[in-house]
């Protein structure tokens, strides 16, 4: 069926540690997933992104791997801060068919201490 | 720029009551989608656009009605409001296979 879900509902590190957050996806015609973290009483931002033909993409202190042989999805955050205290959700593009159509994961949410 | 803006914000209904939430973006997006998001739970899709004039199901469909009679707007009706309908909703776009704009909610209560 089409299902996005994160493994964990909550992580919690250290100010300063890496953190990773794991995503599984169950859709192999999905061509497109994207990170994005909500902030309490806000809409989701987008965080970073990457294609089904790419299996890691950097960006700012984030990295994304996308490991389409067990349908595996994480976000790494480098040297994690308490701003980046927030849930944090997988995307699924449902692109086939040109449906268009995202699917959320359930969300992580992410804990800093100081 | 706004981005994407829905109306209103924040509403109360009795239920049976009926409403519209409107979402409207600048951005000459193609798609656009509407989701709800309950306390601890992700967010499920309701009903998505592919362009004007097309409207498609999501994940939770029932009890909800969508048009899209104008590129830029995506209107999300609720003809009698049910207590299991409290929820935030979120209304989101984007131009094609991109990352999807999100509104900042609308924090609806069913009493």
């Known amino acids: 069926g089409e299902s996005v879900g994160l493994h964990l509902p909550t992580l919690s590190v250290q100010e300063g540690d890496n953190s990773i957050i794991n995503c599984a996806y169950s859709?192999?015609?999905?061509?497109?997933f994207i990170w994005y973290k909500q902030e309490s009483g806000k809409g989701p931002q987008f965080i970073i992104d990457?294609?089904?033909?790419?299996d890691k993409r950097q960006g700012q202190r984030v990295t994304v791997l996308l490991n389409k042989t067990v349908k595996h999805l994480s976000l790494q955050i480098a040297a994690t801060q308490p701003g980046d205290s927030a849930v944090y959700f997988c995307a699924e593009n449902l692109y086939s068919g040109n449906t268009g159509k995202l699917i959320f994961g359930q969300g992580t949410t992410l804990q800093v201490k100081p | 720029n706004a981005g994407v803006t829905q109306t209103p914000k924040f509403r109360v209904l009795k239920t049976g009551q009926s409403m519209t939430l409107l979402c409207a973006q600048d951005m000459n997006h193609e798609y656009m989608y509407w989701y709800r998001q309950d306390p601890g739970m992700g967010l499920r899709l309701i009903h998505y656009?592919?362009?004007?004039?097309?409207?498609a199901k999501g994940e939770v469909p029932d009890g909800y009605n969508v048009s899209r009679l104008k590129k830029q707007n995506f209107l999300l009706g609720l003809e009698s409001a049910a207590p299991s309908q409290t929820s935030v909703y979120f209304c989101?776009?984007?131009?094609?296979?991109?990352?999807?704009?999100f509104g900042q909610g609308t924090r609806l209560t069913v009493v």
């Open positions: 656009s592919v362009g004007e004039g097309t409207t």
């Open positions: 859709n192999s015609a999905s061509d497109y």
């Open positions: 990457i294609r089904s033909n790419m």
């Open positions: 989101a776009s984007r131009g094609g296979n991109t990352e999807a704009f």
